[in-house]
């Protein structure tokens, strides 16, 4: 019963587009919604969040979209680098408790 | 400041025997955090902990598996005995706080459990 999903295990982009990576949820009571990007061999690093009660975060490259009427959002990246080449997780907090984390997708950006 | 640090960074065992990994917390955090990662299920939560208190459980498999907390910068996850589907990567984390702000993860290297 996963309670956040990822439902594209990989995604590859061209550099310089943009990629978009989604991340669906079921559970109404999580308050914040945080992306984390993972390289091998290496644990997995915040890069950026959103709280429930905003619909838009931006970063530099990243925007993160929530949808809450759709149990959705979205982490999109522009310009895509070779270096955003990761596993990018989505993670929810679940009202100041713990984390739920998705099972993450693997981004490929092409030289 | 240093980061969350884990050790072993690499284990290999056989089945059966006891595995203990370790994790140092980033110093003032006061929530603790054990993740395995599998290419089946991603990142899944085992146990985590608030003031060094267990508050959740629950992602512990089974009763092979327990963590304790004995003081603020030091924690371990205990297999006993160790079974080859316990080979995953073994994540630590800790928080400043999970109920102020974002309460962003702070992730440590892992630990790479193999089990033949």
């Known amino acids: 019963d996963q309670q956040v999903k990822q439902n594209s295990p990989s995604l590859s982009v061209q550099e310089g587009r943009i990629s978009i990576l989604n991340c669906d949820y079921t559970?109404?009571?999580?308050?914040?919604f945080l992306w984390y990007k993972k390289y091998p061999a290496e644990g997995p690093t915040f890069l950026i969040s959103?709280?429930?009660?905003?619909d838009k975060n931006e970063d530099g490259r990243f925007t993160v979209f929530l949808n809450k009427s759709a149990k959705h959002l979205s982490l999109h990246i522009v310009p895509s680098q070779p270096g955003d080449s990761a596993v990018y997780f989505c993670?929810?907090?679940?009202?100041?408790?713990?984390?739920?984390f998705g099972p993450g997708t693997r981004l490929s950006v092409l030289p | 400041d240093a980061g969350v640090i884990q050790s072993p960074r690499h284990e290999v065992t056989e089945m059966g025997q006891e595995v203990t990994l370790r994790c140092k917390p980033i110093?003032?955090?006061?929530?603790l955090f054990w993740y395995r990662q599998t290419m089946m299920r991603g990142l899944e939560l085992l146990i985590y902990?608030?003031?060094?208190?267990?508050?959740?459980d629950s992602g512990m498999p089974e009763d092979r598996f327990s963590a304790k907390m004995p003081n603020a910068s030091f924690s371990t996850l205990k297999i006993q005995p160790s079974e080859p589907r316990d080979s995953a990567v073994y994540f630590c984390?800790?928080?400043?706080?999970?109920?102020?702000?974002?309460?962003?993860?702070?992730f440590g290297e892992g630990s790479r459990l193999t089990v033949l």
């Open positions: 984390a800790s928080s400043p706080s999970v109920t102020l702000g974002t309460g962003e993860l702070f």
């Open positions: 559970n109404s009571m999580f308050d914040y």
């Open positions: 959103i709280s429930s009660i905003k």
């Open positions: 993670a929810a907090r679940n009202y100041g408790q713990n984390f739920v």
């Open positions: 110093s003032g955090h006061n929530s």
């Open positions: 902990f608030n003031n060094n208190v267990p508050i959740d």
